[in-house]
Each structure stands twice: as C-alpha cells, then as structure tokens.
C-alpha cells in the first residue's frame, strides 16, 4: 500500500473478508496527526460497518476500496474511494447526519472537480461524488454529467449499493488501471490562498504546487534565490534580485515560501514578506487566522483570535509599518532577507515625502520607498539580501514608480550591491526607460531562473495572460490567433446584459469555486447598472466568506476592483466595463469621471495606469470570465451608447462568443 496516498487500500473482495478491528488499526498507524480523536475513529468503524454491508454484492474482483486518499492541493482527503467497473466514485460521508446540507454537497463536488483537474489519471475518467449523510431519508436519483463528473448524488447509509449498481448498469467505461490511478501524478495549482494556507501548516511547495513540463517549476526560481541568499552569507555581500513573471505565474507564492524557509532566526537568516498590497495582506492573514481557529477547535483547544493574529504578523507583514519602524532612527533590521510583494507598485520621491508629511508629520523625508527600503538593509555590517517581486504590465496607481524607481535608487546609492535580474527584466517593465541607462555602473548578474514564465492561475491555458495583452495592445491578429487556441478550454464571453452575465457564471462554476463581479475603480458609471465601485467592501468577507453570507463574492451585490483583487484571484469573474476605457476609431480613449462628466486623461503615465487596471481584471480568473459592456443610453450623455459600441465590437471581432 502507497500510505502516503490513502490510509487505507485493498480490493473489496479482501475489504470484505477482513477484521474490522485490523481495518481500522491499519487506517489509524497511518494517520499522521498526533492524537486522532475518539469521534474520528467512531466515524471510521461505523464506515466499515455501512461499506463492508453494502458492497458485499459488487461482483468485480478486481475492485478496489480507499480510505482516507489524500487531496494534496486542498490539504484534506476523501473519505473513501471505490474503484468499480472503471469508474471513480467517491463518498464523503456524513455519519449522524439527517440532512443533506449544501456545505457537504460542495465539499464533495470540489473533490470530485480537483481530481479532474489535477489528477493525472482522473482526466479522462468518470467521476461520481456521492455525499452520504446516515440519517437521512432516501433522495430522488437524477442523473446530471458534466465534463465527465456526475452532479453530487445524494445517498443515506442503505442507498450506497444501489447507486453504485445504478450507475455502472447505465454507464460503460473503458478500461484502466486502478493501481495506476492510485498512484497517479498529481498536479495542482493551488490559489493564493490555499497556498499560504499549507505552507502556514508545513506543507512543501513542492506538495502543492504542479511540476509537470507545461509549467514552470517554482522550485527552481527558489532554488536559484537560495543559492544568492548562500553566497552573500559566505561572503558578507549586499544583494537584491528581480523575479518577474507573467500575472498568475506564483511570484508571491515564490515569496511566501521564501519566507517561511527562512524563517529561523537562530541560524541568522530570519526573513519577512512584505507586501503594500494591504487587500491581499487583510485576505491572506483572516485566512491564516480562520484556518488555524478551526483546525484548533476540532482538536478540542480553546484559543482566540488576537493570538493567532499575532502569530501571523511575524510571516506577513505590511510594508507601511515595517518602513515606519526605521524611520529617524539607526535601527538594523532583525532580518536579513527581506521579501517585497509586488514591488512594482513602490512609491516615488514625490509620492511618499506626500504621505509622509501629511499622514506621518514628518517633514524631511527625501527618500523614493525603494531607495529607503535598500538603505534599511544595508544597515547590516556583514550581508543582506532583498528579493523583489515585479509583475509586469501592473503599476496601477499615480506614484507607483515601477522598476526605473528601484535602479535609479541603487544607482545613486547602492552601486555596491550584487543586482540579480530575470533575463525578461528587459521586455515589459522598463515604462519607456533605456535599459542601458537603468543599469549603468551595477554589477548585473543575469539568471534565467529568476523569471516564471507560465501562468499557474489559468491553469486552464497558459496563454491567458498573452491574449489579454495582445487585446489591450489592439494587436488584433496576436489576440484572434490566442484566442482560438484557448476558447475551447477557457471560455471568454461577452455580453451587454448584467443579468445574462449573473446567469451564466452560477450555471458554469461547480462546488465552491469562486466567482464574483469586478470592476476599475474609475467605473463610476456603472452605478446606473447597480454596479457601485466607490463602496466599502471588506475583501477578506468577499473572498473568504460561503455562499449563504451575502457579503460573499458569491451573491454577486458587492463590486470589488483592482486594488482589491490584485494579486488574488478567483475561477470565473464578471469583468464590467465602463467608458473610462473605451474604443474610439479604432484606438482606447482613456477618460476619467469628473464632476459630472467624463475628461480625458492625457498623461502617458495616469494612461497606463488605466490600462493596467483592466489588465489586473482580466487575468484574475483561473477557468474563464464573462465581460459585460453595458448597452449606453440615447438620454444619458455620461452612457452614450457610442461610448460602449465599439469597444463591444472590438472583443466580437477578436471572436468573443456573445450571449
């Protein structure tokens, strides 16, 4: 038996002739945590019992029975799995339980869907989630497939023979090998969330994140970070190094792990991951906080929320307060290694010595953020590396300086430093800069390495990110082209009616995947669509929160924008645009609403900052989106219907399918 893949494996025909005492006993040597609970074991006699009665007519010899098969992306596992006639099914069950709650439908369907998804056997199956709550009465059987899963099937403890006949009498499969399927490769792609999540518990990247050659291992762009972080160690050397990626390649989760790696100060490598992101920083830490809570509480322990959020302040952190802590003082950071998320987004002079005097009260701050970060490091005596997060294409906000504003700074200051940078350093990130003008007199060391090149987050297709660009590039031929190769795994719609939209992302997702309305900030109009993108929204409740809270991402009220979802991401979204960036002749006019009209925004910079924006909205969905262009109005003149036409047109001639 793989132990590592299920607690328990056999045929049913040796599950059937078996102790139950010795059953059990193999299930518990192999569970891991330290003290698995009475109810748990409860829970694993009383399967046996219910399994080895109602399996006792499958006939197939070569059938197989699974407890406890691990899910590693999720980090939990499926109750029991039965290999029958060359079908997966799968059983939660819910031991006790008189009712079907919606909650346990989705769990097993997200199963169900991770293994279709990830599970390298599981592709081309049939998979057939069944939730079994004991207790409660019988339920009508419908049979609904679905890209080769069954909707959930609801069964009580007498149902499960039934069904399991039911279904192999109706669908044939070919055959396959079950040992095969046990021991198939497993490629997941983990949100953001879900990462921080396992790795917060101990888990390895490796573990939760996919290797396969269509993607970029993200354990050779870490690897590579740990070699500069040895030899400045070994050598008493001041480092930093750029590591860029398409949106959705991993590079926070690149950063997280980093930190956690890094995270013994008794062997003076104490390292913290900052992020300006204070969205992503509120998702993230309520995350951490909620899982451990729970995870606490099955265990039986009391704790509190305040304490777990102290804890996890030490992994994440928000860069404000950690560059306010050395602000008019010589204090050497406790760490060595420090991470910045999205350092893109840093400050220039101007913007910062603003938020300094207005907000802080100090008067004589003449630093660029990225400039007064590297000198907080360099405050060490011995050595010191900086690890810089650059997503390309994503400077959003006015003073955002981009990369030009981290060279500038080490150019004038720091020209001591080693200066690592990703061999695509040179593509998009620059913002009209000579790249030999930004690198003048710095020890460049070029690492290939250093740059993740396949997106993870539309795992679906890895071209995402290129259609995206080539459509706001108005490169129509680059955009048709990607577009017919991606439409048939990930599907792009279009539509001028908000309700179609609504309709349309709550048919196609499936359990507990994510979905929700997105909007630029700069939206204001579409406030006469019920679109209020100037609401305070909580954005750890719109993400984290389930489908019955109705400030969840899922009800589909609450507008979120691209400060918020930068760097999160969901599996379907509505993107809603607005005539802030809208076709004209055939090129974008960028506009911004002002009083009670549109102006036009004429700065290059403030330009691409609008662009960007759109371009954070399309690339956060991992399995595809809808965008929804309003119709306008003949009477409005802030909704003229020109203002929307031809942007419309744009996407349909790309080929957009419109509903």
């Known amino acids: 038996m793989n132990s590592l893949r299920a607690y328990y494996e056999s045929s049913i025909s040796n599950f059937l002739k078996s102790d139950n005492d010795k059953i059990l006993g193999e299930i518990s040597r192999n569970d891991s945590s330290a003290d698995t609970r009475i109810q748990q074991k409860n829970t694993w006699e009383a399967e046996i019992e219910i399994l080895k009665r109602e399996l006792k007519d499958l006939k197939d010899p070569s059938s197989k029975i699974l407890f406890e098969y691990v899910i590693p992306r999720m980090g939990k596992r499926i109750d029991n799995v039965i290999l029958y006639k060359n079908i997966v099914f799968i059983l939660e069950f819910k031991c006790g339980s008189n009712s079907y709650k919606s909650n346990d439908y989705d769990q097993v369907y997200d199963y169900a869907l991770d293994l279709k998804n990830f599970h390298k056997e599981s592709s081309d199956k049939l998979i057939v989630p069944i939730l079994i709550a004991s207790d409660a009465p019988s339920y009508p059987i419908q049979f609904i497939l679905k890209d080769n899963i069954l909707k959930p099937l609801r069964a009580n403890e007498f149902d499960i023979k039934n069904l399991i006949l039911n279904v192999s009498s109706i669908y044939r499969e070919n055959d396959f090998s079950y040992d095969s399927w046990i021991n198939s490769e497993y490629f997941p792609t983990p949100t953001i969330v879900e990462a921080a999540q396992a790795l917060y518990k101990g888990h390895n990247v490796s573990d939760i994140t996919r290797n396969d050659a269509g993607a970029k291992n993200i354990n050779i762009t870490t690897d590579a970070i740990n070699k500069i972080i040895d030899y400045s160690k070994a050598n008493d050397r001041k480092s930093i190094c750029f590591v860029t990626g398409v949106p959705g390649a991993g590079k926070t989760l690149v950063g997280l792990n980093l930190s956690i790696q890094k995270s013994d100060a008794k062997k003076g490598e104490h390292a913290v991951f900052l992020s300006g992101n204070f969205p992503l920083v509120q998702v993230l830490k309520e995350a951490l906080v909620r899982d451990k809570i729970k995870a606490l509480k099955e265990l039986g322990i009391k704790t509190n929320k305040r304490d777990e959020e102290r804890h996890t302040n030490a992994f994440i952190q928000m860069i404000h307060k950690y560059r306010d802590s050395f602000v008019n003082n010589d204090d050497v950071p406790p760490e060595h290694i420090v991470i910045f998320d999205e350092a893109q987004r840093s400050w220039n002079q101007e913007m910062i010595h603003k938020f300094m005097k207005t907000k802080k009260g100090i008067l004589n701050f003449n630093y660029s953020e990225p400039e007064f970060l590297i000198s907080t490091m360099d405050r060490h005596k011995d050595w010191a590396v900086v690890v810089c997060l650059i997503g390309g294409g994503q400077e959003i906000n006015e003073g955002e300086g981009g990369l030009p504003e981290w060279f500038n700074a080490l150019r004038a200051k720091f ?245």
């Open 415 to 659: 020209n001591d430093w080693d200066v690592y940078v990703s061999t695509n350093l040179k593509d998009e990130y620059l913002m009209d800069n000579l790249w030999k003008d930004m690198v003048k007199g710095l020890n460049i060391k070029d690492l290939h390495d250093l740059h993740l090149s396949v997106s993870m987050r539309s795992f679906r297709s890895p071209d995402l990110a290129d259609f995206i660009k080539y459509s706001l590039d108005l490169d129509l031929l680059k955009a048709q082209g990607l577009y017919k190769k991606i439409k048939d795994k990930y599907p792009i719609k279009l539509t001028r009616d908000l309700n179609v939209a609504k309709n349309w992302i709550r048919e196609i997702s499936k359990g507990s995947e994510k979905y929700g309305l997105l909007a630029t900030s700069g939206a204001l109009r579409l406030k006469s669509e019920g679109i209020f993108v100037k609401n305070n929204v909580n954005v750890a409740n719109w993400f984290l929160n389930d489908k019955e809270d109705v400030r969840s991402c899922y009800y589909l009220e609450d507008v979120i924008t691209e400060f918020d979802v930068q760097g999160l991401e969901l599996d379907y979204s509505i993107v809603a645009w607005d005539a802030d960036l809208r076709m004209k002749n055939g090129k974008w006019e960028y506009k911004k609403f002002h009083g009670s009209k549109w102006i036009n925004i004429n700065k290059a910079e403030e330009r691409l900052y609008l662009k960007n924006s759109y371009r954070v909205l399309l690339t956060r969905s991992r399995q595809g989106m809808i965008i929804f262009i309003p119709r306008g109005s003949d009477y409005d003149k802030t909704r003229l219907r020109e203002y929307y036409d031809e942007t419309y047109a744009y996407f349909k001639e790309i080929g957009l399918d419109e509903i």
